[in-house]
């Protein structure tokens, strides 16, 4: 069974700073791709950003482009999420989901990850 682990979420001051973390254990797996989402109450899922093993390539949702920062580690089936500038808006559970069936173009929907992790809260205090 793979399972992925979220850490590092936690209270801020707006305009400050927090650096998510996201380590997969369990069978041995490997992964195209992992990401960030976020929920916040009464809203959907939506993305954060993503990255693409293959190529290092990495998407962002134009709310946080220029402030967040995805980075991982495919060996060790992990990814970060640095996040500078933050705004009350970011206040939210975030989880890390990984994608392992195959290749994909599409990153930003919640239904072409495999596995989840159980999320971490992120509060921004205005």
């Known amino acids: 069974q793979v399972q992925l682990g979220e850490s590092g979420g936690g209270l801020v001051q707006a305009g400050g700073s927090l650096r998510l973390s996201c380590v997969g254990s369990g069978r041995t797996f490997s992964s195209y791709a992992m990401g960030w989402f976020r929920q916040a109450p009464g809203k959907e899922r939506e993305v954060v950003a993503a990255?693409?093993?293959?190529?290092?390539?990495?998407y962002y949702a134009d709310s946080v482009k220029g402030r967040f920062t995805i980075s991982g580690d495919n060996a060790k089936n992990s990814v970060y999420l640095q996040m500078s500038s933050l705004i009350p808006e970011d206040t939210a559970v975030y989880y890390c989901?990984?994608?392992?069936?195959?290749?994909?173009?599409?990153?930003?929907?919640?239904?072409?990850?495999?596995?989840w992790g159980q999320g971490t809260q992120v509060t921004v205090s205005s």
């Open positions: 990255i693409r093993w293959s190529g290092r390539s990495t």
């Open positions: 989901p990984a994608r392992v069936r195959g290749p994909d173009l599409v990153l930003t929907f919640a239904g072409r990850y495999d596995y």
